[in-house]
């Protein structure tokens, strides 16, 4: 499927800044997540605005501790809707991100999976809607899966980390929060780590707790960093330092 354009907006929107404030800066990346204001909402992909900033999505089974992650990074109370009824929020929600009004990033809130109540039919074209935005959104630079630890990673989990997998190996990033961290003792938090580790093949798990504020700065290092990639510098090369064909030679493949 494609993106439609027909949905754009005039909002400022530009790629990040190349060489945009590097190392670690919680207090950088809170400020910045604290400027997410609400884009669009669509019920599906054809549907969102085709958009060129880095996009981060949020997704995880209902009541994982999705809408309470993203008020809690952005410092909003009611940004992301928790809402407990099914169907309200099968849609999919942009939030921009970014400083002085221009819009650097977008996370994106995806509507919870796996609640029981659900008609077959609402979670069949819920998963089909979802697989969509997944596999083919453009601009999608990170994944972050919320996940109850004392659930573990669900059935529905698993399929979602199945169909991401071609586009991590390709590049994009990829976290899973164990939320509630709270409800656990550090022994059962290791345990829970360690387990989910295993099963999202080795990718990064952190524990999270929006009650503790655990791991939350921790957080938005990462969406920041995920925004803001660096540049790598680039060494001066001596004039002469030209390859055969007169190409100047790329100093990362000479190292
Ligand atoms: P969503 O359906 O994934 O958006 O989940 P919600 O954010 O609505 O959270 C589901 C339930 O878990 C709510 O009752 C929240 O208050 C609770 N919850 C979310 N985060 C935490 C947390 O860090 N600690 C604890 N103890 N409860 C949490």
Redesign the pocket.
């Known amino acids: 499927m494609t993106e439609s354009n027909s949905n754009s907006n005039s909002l400022p929107l530009k790629s990040p800044l190349p060489g945009s404030p590097r190392g670690p800066n919680p207090k950088i990346a809170m400020g910045w997540l604290h400027t997410a204001k609400f884009l669009t909402t669509a019920p599906e992909l054809k549907h969102l605005p085709r958009l060129d900033v880095p996009e981060i999505a949020f997704v995880?089974r209902?009541?994982?501790?999705?809408?309470?992650c993203i008020n809690t990074l952005t410092q909003q109370h009611r940004l992301a809707y928790?809402s407990k009824t099914p169907g309200r929020t099968q849609s999919i929600n942009l939030f921009t991100l970014g400083k002085q009004g221009v819009t650097d990033a977008v996370l994106t809130d995806l509507p919870?999976y796996g609640y029981a109540a659900v008609p077959k039919e609402a979670k069949y074209r819920w998963q089909q809607v979802m697989g969509n935005y997944l596999q083919t959104r453009d601009n999608l630079k990170a994944v972050v899966l919320?996940c109850d630890p004392r659930l573990g990673l669900t059935e529905l989990d698993e399929v979602l980390l199945d169909v991401i997998r071609p586009r991590v190996i390709e590049g994009l990033k990829f976290l899973v929060l164990l939320?509630?961290a709270?409800?656990l003792n550090k022994t059962d938090g290791a345990k829970a780590l360690s387990i989910v580790k295993l099963q999202a093949g080795g990718g990064d798990v952190k524990l999270f707790?929006?009650?503790k504020r655990q791991g939350v700065e921790e957080v938005a290092q990462h969406l920041w960093d995920w925004a803001h990639p660096a540049v790598k510098p680039v060494k001066a090369s001596p004039p002469d330092a030209k390859s055969p064909s007169g190409d100047l030679q790329d100093p990362a493949q000479t190292e």
């Open positions: 995880g209902s009541n994982a501790g999705k809408s309470t928790a919870g919320l939320t509630k709270d409800k707790s929006a009650l």
